[in-house]
Nanobody, 123 residues
Framework: QVQLVESGGGLVQSGGSLRLSCAVSGSMFNIYTMNWYRQAPGKERELVAAITERGRTNYADSVKGRFTISNDKAKNTVYLQMNSLKPEDTAVYYC?????????????????WGQGTQVTVSS
């Protein structure tokens, strides 16, 4: 089994910074994408940032230049550094892991989610 444990959420003033952590434990595969999603009340869940096993990253337009996703493979931990936070960043943030057994078409995919952590940015 795989477990994702998040930490680092909280309350911060507009313009401040937070660093979210997602520690991954359990059986893993070497082909993966680690993602941060967020969801605000009344809005759809959106992908905030993603990083692959090769270190390639992708960001939502709304956070480009402000957020940075990184992966410490030795610690099996993915981070989301959030700078210049805005009230519109307020949401529950979820860590998500997508593992694949092989690049081959027959490869199997496994997906896991963290429990979510609240990030609140005051005006």
């Amino acid at each position: 089994q795989v477990q994702l444990v998040e930490s680092g959420g909280g309350l911060v003033q507009s313009g401040g910074s937070l660093r979210l952590s997602c520690a991954v434990s359990g059986s893993m595969f070497n082909i993966y994408t680690m993602n941060w999603y967020r969801q605000a009340p009344g809005k759809e869940r959106e992908l905030v940032a993603a990083i692959t096993e090769r270190g390639r990253t992708n960001y939502a337009d709304s956070v480009k230049g402000r957020f940075t996703i990184s992966n410490d493979k030795a610690k099996n931990t993915v981070y989301l550094q959030m700078n210049s936070l805005k009230p519109e960043d307020t949401a529950v943030y979820y860590c998500n892991a997508v593992f694949r057994t092989s690049f081959a078409v027959e490869g199997r995919t496994y997906e896991y989610w963290g429990q979510g952590t609240q990030v609140t940015v005051s005006s």
